[in-house]
């Protein structure tokens, strides 16, 4: 079994790109909150994919949708209408502001969508020259060169330049600047509700509120990236809707089909419209496997009992973090977050921390090498939450 593992991670490491730090840990199956690895090794996943098993993994209503609709039909054109492509097109407008939805496969893909979009509305509404989008500092949109660009963050940059230009960033949660960067040139705001690898950063109370009337003041279009947010990962089915602000525009991928590649771009009817036949396309998107599996996620959302636990889970993780972080106060820089994305920050390093839990069977995340992340599965219960605090107390006292 030992050689099995380290198998499946010498030749993965001998013919795959080197793109990933990766732990030794070849996975091989995974339920609720858990998955195993090849040697048999249990762990509780506080990580789920990085926000996109929100119903835990292999969730029984989402394998059911899947297999049923691969049975019936896997692939057709873009060219033909798809069931489960008008019933998750359904169940997302009729849960959201949004009145239009274009399927894709990631979330970089919605996020070009949605900046692609925004040109093409500004350049309708007479606006040649209004092609600048502003985004935030520590933001996160993808990796591809459109949405790399409108990532703040130096570090994904390099070796890239030059950069497709339009572009301008400012501090996240400073309405001031957000005024000053307004120019003539600027045609919209990108952000997310609340930053996921830039460090789970929330705005204040206020802020979200300030920017839609900023952009509604110099008509820009607001767009909402909560490509790691949504789907019910805040305790809301979106995080927009925490703060009583509606973008005109909003993307989503990670959690939207329970862990089958899909993205998703979503808009008012107004904004809309300036996508006509051939202004965007994707070969797969609203692949009716994906679908299915969307719309099984957003039955189980929004027919109750998954976003109550986030909000209550949420609430109980933070409280006990926070407790952790008033007994090692010079460990513990800050714990924040909604529902059940939540960082906490370090005054050192977090990366051995890490490494720490995963030996001891439990997967979480650090972002910006300072920040542990913890995004369980929106099912998790208690005793899950108290295992976790017990392994993290006893990692900090041996600090
Ligand atoms: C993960 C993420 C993306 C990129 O999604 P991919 O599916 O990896 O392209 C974009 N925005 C945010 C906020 C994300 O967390």
Not at 251 to 266: E, F, Q, S
């Amino acid at each position: 079994m030992i050689s099995t593992m380290k198998n499946y991670v010498t030749i993965t490491d001998r013919n795959i790109f080197q793109t990933y730090t990766r732990y030794p840990v070849v996975l091989v199956k995974g339920k609720g909150v858990k998955v195993w690895d090849a040697e048999g090794k249990e762990y509780l996943d506080f990580l789920s994919g990085i926000a996109v098993c929100n119903l835990g993994h292999c969730h029984p209503a989402v394998v059911r949708a899947a297999q049923e609709q691969m049975k019936k039909l896997i692939h057709v054109s873009n060219f033909f209408y798809t069931e489960p492509q008008a019933e998750l097109a359904g169940l997302l407008t009729r849960h959201s502001f949004a009145d239009r939805v274009f399927f894709c496969n990631s979330g970089a893909e919605a996020n070009e969508s949605a900046m692609k979009l925004a040109r093409k509305y500004s350049l309708e509404q007479g606006n040649a020259n209004r092609f600048e989008i502003i985004t935030m500092q520590y933001s996160f949109h993808g990796r591809t060169f459109a949405t790399l660009a409108a990532t703040g963050q130096n570090k994904f940059h390099k070796g890239y330049e030059p950069l497709l230009p339009g572009f301008r960033y400012i501090p996240f949660n400073d309405i001031s600047a957000l005024r000053k960067a307004i120019t003539p040139r600027t045609c919209a705001v990108m952000l997310e509700p609340i930053q996921g690898e830039g460090g789970v950063n929330c705005p204040d109370r206020t802020y979200l509120a300030g920017v839609r009337e900023l952009c509604d003041k110099h008509r820009l279009l607001l767009i909402f990236d909560e490509v790691q947010v949504g789907m019910g990962r805040t305790g809301k089915l979106f995080a927009y809707q925490h703060y009583g602000v509606q973008p005109d525009i909003m993307t989503l991928a990670k959690a939207l089909a329970g862990g089958l590649p899909a993205g998703a771009m979503l808009a008012n009817k107004q904004v809309a419209a300036s996508f006509t036949p051939g202004s965007h396309a994707s070969t797969f998107g609203g692949n009716p496997v994906a679908m299915a599996a969307g719309v099984a996620v957003m039955n189980a959302l929004v027919q109750g009992g998954v976003i109550e636990n986030c909000r209550t889970m949420g609430t109980y993780f933070m409280q006990r973090l926070r407790a952790l972080q008033k007994k090692f106060p010079a460990v513990i820089k800050e714990v924040r977050g909604k529902g059940l994305i939540i960082g906490m920050e370090l005054t050192g390093d977090g990366r051995d921390v890490v490494k720490k839990c995963l030996e001891q069977g439990i997967i979480i995340s650090c972002t910006l090498d300072r920040i542990l992340r913890f995004l369980p599965p929106l099912i998790i219960k208690q005793k899950d939450i108290d295992t976790c605090i017990e392994m993290l107390e006893n990692i900090f006292a041996k600090r």
